[in-house]
C-alpha cells in the first residue's frame, strides 16, 4: 500500500447500532496514526494519535486500534448517536516527517 | 486556549478572479499547515511553515497560489487566477514545533464559478 486508504467511504447506520471502519497505511516507515473527526461546518477534531503495535485507545463510546506490521487502523463507535454523524478522516506521519498522508475519509451518517 | 481562525468561512467567485484567505494559528505554534481538500478527497498539503520560513511547498501550485507568513504568526494564502478546479475547502492548521498532532481551524470553502 502507497497511500493511506478508508474504507467504506460513506456509511449509513441506525442509532443505537455499533459500527467500526477502517484505514489502511503503509507499514514501512511508520511513526503515527492519527485519528480525526470533521463535522460539518466546523474544525476537523483529533480523536486520537496511536504509535505503538497493538495499541488501543478509547474516547467514549469511540475506540480505535492499531496494526503496525499488517498496516490498519480499526475505529469503533458502540451505540451511534446523532452527533456521532461526521466524516471520520486518517493520516499516516512516518519517522523524522511531520507531514500527514490522509485518507480520503469515511462519511458516517446516523439515521434516527 | 483560542483554536485556529480562519476567514472568510465562505467564498464564491467567478473564475479567473483573485481570491486571499486569512489564517490565525494557536498562539505560539511554530508550524503552520495549509491544505486543500477537494471534495471525495483527503486533505493535500499546499504548504508548510515553520515560523516565517517555508518548509515544503512542493505541491502548491506556484503558478497561481502565493502564500506567506510574516513575521511568523498569520499567514495569508491567495489564489490568482482562480481555476474552476480549485473549489475545495482550504484548511490552516498549526502544532507547536516538534508535535505531529495539529489542529485544524474551520477551512474556507471556495467556490469558483
Not at chain 1, 503495535?53 to 475505529?75: Q, V
Not at chain 2, 477551512?107 to 469558483?112: A, E, I, S
Request: hydrophobic share 35%; glycine share 8%; proline share 5%.
Amino acid at each position: 500500500i502507497l497511500n493511506v486508504e478508508q474504507s467504506p467511504q460513506s456509511l449509513h447506520v441506525q442509532e443505537g447500532d455499533s459500527t467500526n471502519f477502517t484505514c489502511s497505511f503503509p507499514s514501512s516507515n511508520f511513526y503515527a496514526l492519527h485519528w480525526y473527526r470533521w463535522e460539518t461546518a466546523k474544525s476537523p477534531e483529533a480523536l486520537f494519535v496511536m504509535t505503538l503495535n497493538g495499541d488501543e485507545k478509547k474516547k467514549g463510546r469511540i475506540s480505535a486500534t492499531l496494526n503496525t506490521k499488517e498496516g490498519y487502523s480499526y475505529l469503533y463507535i458502540k451505540g451511534s448517536q446523532p452527533e456521532d454523524s461526521a466524516t471520520y478522516l486518517c493520516a499516516q506521519n512516518g519517522v523524522s516527517n511531520y507531514q500527514l498522508i490522509w485518507g480520503a475519509g469515511t462519511k458516517l451518517i446516523i439515521k434516527p | 486556549e483560542a483554536g485556529v481562525a480562519q476567514s472568510p468561512r465562505y467564498k464564491i467567485i467567478e473564475k479567473r478572479q483573485s481570491v486571499a484567505f486569512w489564517c490565525n494559528p494557536i498562539s505560539g505554534h511554530a508550524t503552520l499547515y495549509w491544505y486543500q481538500q477537494i471534495l471525495g478527497q483527503g486533505p493535500k498539503l499546499l504548504i508548510q511553515f515553520q515560523n516565517n520560513g517555508v518548509v515544503d511547498d512542493s505541491q502548491l501550485p506556484k503558478d497561481r497560489f502565493s502564500a506567506e507568513r510574516l513575521k511568523g504568526v498569520d499567514s495569508t494564502l491567495k489564489i490568482q487566477p482562480a481555476k474552476l478546479e480549485d473549489s475545495a475547502v482550504y484548511l490552516c492548521a498549526s502544532s507547536p514545533w516538534g508535535a505531529y498532532e495539529q489542529y485544524f481551524g474551520p477551512g474556507t470553502r471556495l467556490t469558483v464559478t
